[in-house]
């Protein structure tokens, strides 16, 4: 194991989490697709700056393609995460959509063929178990149903972005073109929404630097994870970049005093291990 790729899947892990609880805040002040826009709209300028220094060719127009879809599909998961994190507690928000991201692909495959090892199932069950617990109802961070939905919907628009991402570098062998794509598919389908929506531009301009920097985050979590890709094995760069609930939960649990009760942080620390066993080839 190289201590550089671990240290790099802990960078993905903080600036992931830390770009989701700053999501929530600006979207309760903004709204989630003007949060959704702008984060958007300055992780593709750092994948543009990304391609202009590094040179990296283009890839085919198959390639091009499964980055559009999946982000699209990783559009609606953002818009879903953030009106969650916005609305409900973010510890239990962002532990149901990890858990539901990762089982999701799992299924995905068992169905087409791939054949489920035991870890997988443990996995699985351990997911299963920690989101009864985490949605247990307890004092103010009780989720309703629709809370769990949008954590559901997030998950799954999470799953498609994973799969789609692994097919476009699969099919061109680049990296930041297909970012590039997904960010400019995503930031546009949040423009067509967000057009005679919202708050006030007074309203976004007020949170615009803790915009910048959730979209600096998220781009930031996916350059540290390709760097802990390249870096140590896949397994372990999934398992350690993974643990990113456990960031947003803490910092929900320090500053907004989301404190889990004891049921529902052992259900955080379950979905952390069932992603784990899961992520493990």
């Not at 539901?100 to 199932?121: E, I, Y």
């Not at 389908?189 to 005679?196: I, K, P, Q, R």
Request: proline letters at 5%; one cysteine or more.
């Amino acid at each position: 194991m190289n201590p550089a790729g671990i240290l790099s899947g802990i960078g993905a892990a903080l600036s992931w989490g830390s770009g989701d609880f700053g999501a929530g805040i600006a979207s309760r002040k903004a709204t989630p697709l003007a949060t959704l826009a702008v984060s958007q709209a300055v992780g593709l300028a750092v994948a543009i700056a990304m391609l202009a220094v590094g040179g990296e060719p283009s890839p085919g127009p198959v390639s091009l393609t499964w980055a559009v879809l999946a982000g699209a599909s990783g559009a609606g998961c953002l818009l879903a995460l953030y009106h969650g994190l916005a609305t409900r507690p973010m510890g239990v928000i962002s532990s149901i959509a990890a858990v539901v991201g990762v089982v999701l692909p799992v299924l995905t495959g068992a169905l087409t063929g791939d054949r489920l090892r035991p870890q997988d199932l443990v996995g699985i069950g351990l997911a299963i178990v920690a989101i009864a617990l985490v949605t247990r109802p307890t004092g103010k961070l009780t989720i309703d149903r629709t809370g769990l939905m949008l954590a559901i919907l997030s998950g799954a628009g999470a799953a498609g972005f994973f799969i789609g991402m692994g097919r476009s570098t699969a099919a061109g062998g680049a990296t930041w073109w297909p970012i590039a794509a997904a960010r400019s598919t995503s930031l546009l389908l949040a423009a067509l929404l967000t057009v005679g929506r919202g708050k006030g531009r007074e309203t976004i301009r007020s949170v615009s630097p803790l915009l910048v920097a959730v979209g600096v985050l998220d781009m930031a979590g996916n350059a540290f994870f390709l760097l802990a890709e390249s870096q140590a094995a896949l397994s372990l760069a999934v398992v350690v970049s993974s643990q990113y609930p456990a960031v947003t939960a803490a910092l929900a649990a320090v500053a907004l005093a989301q404190r889990p009760s004891r049921i529902q942080a052992a259900g955080i620390l379950m979905a952390l291990g069932g992603i784990a066993l899961i992520s493990t080839a």
